[in-house]
């Protein structure tokens, strides 16, 4: 919206209001972006939960800071598996998210349903990355074939992690990781001295992010 703005409509702000205290991901290569690119342009403001928006006045409410009317707002839930997942007791993690076996991704509170996607309690240091879904619906796919021919799922699942991020129309950051099984923890971790993020934005990684989404494209929907 930035990069837009500041082509057509330089005049306009990009407020950021994020519930957390901090940048969550690639916070060195944002940061420096904003300041390079959009001084004075995007303001990021922590420690914002929103609790209320009137939409007739597009006015956020936050629980402790005061309201701020926007032209135009784009506002992201909370986080959470959804109705179904909380309703049926899948969500066994404070009643937000489906806890899995990372062999298998099937539900430690019932047998024989599977769960994907932003709904489960990801591993540590594991994101929810369309990337990630895309290993965990391979994993997930091949242990149920497995289980259904009556053999043993993989022992030791292996993921990888891409993550790209536009700064502008050409130029991309990414942050990578590895995750593999650790049978003791009985969880996912990260491969230590695996992945990592980028040195800077470049052009040259605007490249390698379009061809990964083609990739990812095809792979995902044929």
């Not at 991901?25 to 972006?33: D, E, Q, R, Y």
């Not at 891409?162 to 590895?178: K, L, P």
């Amino acid at each position: 919206m930035a990069n837009y703005f500041k082509q057509a409509k330089p005049r306009s702000k990009v407020v950021i209001f994020d519930a957390n205290d901090d940048i969550q991901s690639k916070k060195g290569l944002f940061t420096k972006a904003w300041q390079d690119h959009y001084a004075g342009m995007i303001d990021y403001r922590p420690k914002h939960k929103v609790v209320d928006v009137d939409a007739a006045t597009n006015t956020l409410k936050f629980e402790f800071n005061d309201d701020f009317k926007a032209s135009v707002a784009n506002v992201v839930p909370e986080m959470r598996a959804g109705d179904i997942a909380v309703k049926t007791g899948l969500a066994t993690a404070n009643a937000r998210w489906c806890e899995v076996d990372f062999l298998t991704f099937e539900s430690k509170a019932f047998k024989h349903i599977h769960v994907l996607g932003d709904a489960i309690q990801i591993a540590p240091a594991m994101p929810k990355s369309g990337h990630m879904a895309n290993q965990h619906g391979k994993t997930c796919a091949a242990a149920v074939v497995n289980l259904l021919t009556g053999h043993q799922p993989p022992a030791l699942p292996l993921y990888a992690n891409t993550c790209y991020s536009f700064i502008n129309s050409r130029e991309v950051v990414h942050v990578a990781s590895v995750h593999r099984y650790d049978a003791d923890r009985k969880t996912m971790v990260a491969v230590p001295g695996s992945g990592g993020v980028s040195a800077a934005a470049s052009e040259l990684e605007g490249a390698y992010a379009l061809g990964w989404a083609q990739n990812i494209w095809a792979d995902v929907l044929g």
